[in-house]
C-alpha cells in the first residue's frame, strides 16, 4: 500500500511539471480556437440590433453592419450565417414593437433602436 501511494505522489508530480512546461501553443492552434469560438457565438446567436438613421431602410443598415442573406421578396434568410431552424424566422423590431412593414420600407429615424430576433411560429 505504502508503495501505490509513492508512486501515486510521484505520477501526480510528474504530471503537474509536464503539464507546466507545455504551455506554449502556436499561432495555428490560437487561430483554429478562435474561429471555433466563433462559430459557437454565432451559432448562439437570437438577436441582432443597430441605431436607426435619419432616412435609411432597416434592411440597408443591417446590410451595412453584417453579412445578410435575403430572398428575392425582401424575407431575411440570414444574419451573419444564421439561419432560422425548423418553424422559426428573423422578425424585425423598432423601438420594442415588431414592424408592422418589412425591412426594405421601414424609414428609421436618428435613435430607433433596431432589432432582430429569432422567433418561432
Known sequence: MKRFSILSILLLG???????CGLTT????????TTINKAINTAKQQAVSYTG??????LDLLKSGH???VSPEGFVN??????????????????GKQAEVGAKDYITKKGDTVE??????
Open 116 to 121: 432582430w430576433k429569432l422567433e418561432s411560429y
Open 67 to 69: 453579412a445578410v442573406d
Open 53 to 58: 438613421q435619419a432616412g435609411k431602410n432597416a
Open 78 to 95: 440570414a444574419i451573419d450565417g444564421v439561419k432560422p431552424g425548423d418553424h422559426q424566422f428573423w422578425a424585425l423590431y423598432v423601438n
Open 26 to 33: 502556436s499561432s495555428a492552434t490560437n487561430t483554429a480556437k
Open 14 to 20: 510528474l504530471t503537474m511539471a509536464g503539464a507546466s
